[in-house]
């Protein structure tokens, strides 16, 4: 394993409990749903890198992708539902 492997590693774990944090304090609903997409975008991040560290890229970033249109449709469905409830931010 590199140093900008460890680098990127290192950094990617920094940001989750700031995504975490925001999830689970967020003043609002819209605020919890963008802290949930920071950490599936970060974890999308770490498969990747884990891809790239074990030398089965292939593999890992069909699993990201997969991962990330999951989390895309999610956001839809969630977002679209807040928005026919009438939720509003602060």
């Known amino acids: 394993m590199t140093f900008l492997h ?4 290192a950094a990617i774990l920094a940001l989750f409990p700031v ?11 819209f ?6 997409n920071g950490i599936a975008s970060k974890s999308i991040l770490l498969l990747v ?7 089965h ?10 991962y990330g ?4 449709v999610g ?6 539902y807040l928005e026919s409830k009438g939720a509003r931010a602060r």
């Open 19 to 29: 995504f975490l944090y925001r999830a689970a304090k967020g003043p609002t609903i």
């Open 69 to 72: 249109l999951l989390n895309l």
């Open 75 to 80: 956001a839809l469905a969630i977002g679209k």
């Open 31 to 36: 605020d919890r749903l963008i802290g949930l």
């Open 6 to 9: 460890l680098a990127a590693l």
């Open 49 to 55: 890198l884990i891809g790239a560290v074990t030398g």
């Open 57 to 66: 890229t292939g593999m890992f970033i069909d699993l990201s992708l997969g």
